[in-house]
């Protein structure tokens, strides 16, 4: 079957530590996405890639960075420069822009906790 | 800067009871709008997708329905079952692909 795979699901970390999260696809799409959910709120845009070798920052990149080597794979590294880090992170691909529908199919997440 | 709106934040039915979830968006220049839904500690999964030219959206019980005039979209639930307690999300697509989500509204369903 076709998806997404997030790992690891739990992740707990320690200040001052680099953590990666994993996030692979056989979708055979071009774009992948990192949110950030937190409690209350809605899904926040980390960093998206339409292309591999290329990807932007969203709208709260500070303190995460990624790469985008194969087209099947989009991992986040969360540094220790993210000054609140806990959270519950969602990775999600998409097809090419302009095929006519830019439907988002979600990994089932990684929950981080720093302790 | 697009910002997306849900509310009630939470909402709870007793079973049978028909839903009426909102949303409402401030910049009508969108490409299209999609209803999530998450299940506790899930990933979401997509529901609907009403393109910025359609009014609504149909599948099996549900129904969501988009004006863009007025930056707003219902999503409909008819006879609501336990299986629908959720959170459900709506997430609106600008021009540049980068979706703006709303906190979403959780749902409860009482037998």
């Known amino acids: 079957d076709g998806g997404i795979t997030q790992s690891p699901k739990y992740l707990f970390r320690k200040e001052g530590q680099n953590v990666t999260l994993s996030c692979e696809q056989n979708?055979?799409?071009?774009?992948m996405y990192w949110y950030r959910q937190d409690p209350g709120q809605g899904l926040r845009l980390i960093y998206y890639?339409?292309?591999?070798?290329?990807?932007q920052k969203g709208d709260i990149a500070e303190g995460y960075s990624v790469s985008r080597e194969k087209k099947e794979s989009f991992p986040l590294t969360v540094t220790s420069a993210q000054k609140n880090p806990t959270a519950f992170y969602l990775c999600?691909?998409?097809?090419?822009?302009?095929?006519?529908?830019?439907?988002?199919?979600f990994g089932a997440g990684s929950r981080l906790t720093v302790l | 800067k697009q910002e997306v709106t849900q509310i009630p934040a939470a909402l709870s039915v007793p079973e049978g009871e028909n839903l009426v979830l909102n949303c409402s968006f401030t910049d009508s220049a969108i490409y299209n709008l999609q209803w999530f839904r998450q299940d506790p500690g899930k990933g979401l999964t997509s529901l609907l997708l009403i393109q910025s030219s359609q009014r609504e959206q149909t599948s099996g019980r549900l129904n969501a329905s988009l004006d863009k005039s007025s930056g707003r979209s219902t999503l409909y639930i008819a006879a609501s079952q336990p299986g629908d307690s959720a959170t459900y999300l709506c997430a609106v697509t600008p021009n540049d692909y980068k979706l703006s989500f709303g906190a979403g509204t959780t749902v409860t369903v009482r037998a």
């Open positions: 890639s339409q292309i591999v070798n290329d990807f």
């Open positions: 979708l055979n799409h071009d774009a």
């Open positions: 999600a691909s998409s097809p090419p822009a302009g095929s006519g529908a830019n439907v988002l199919t």
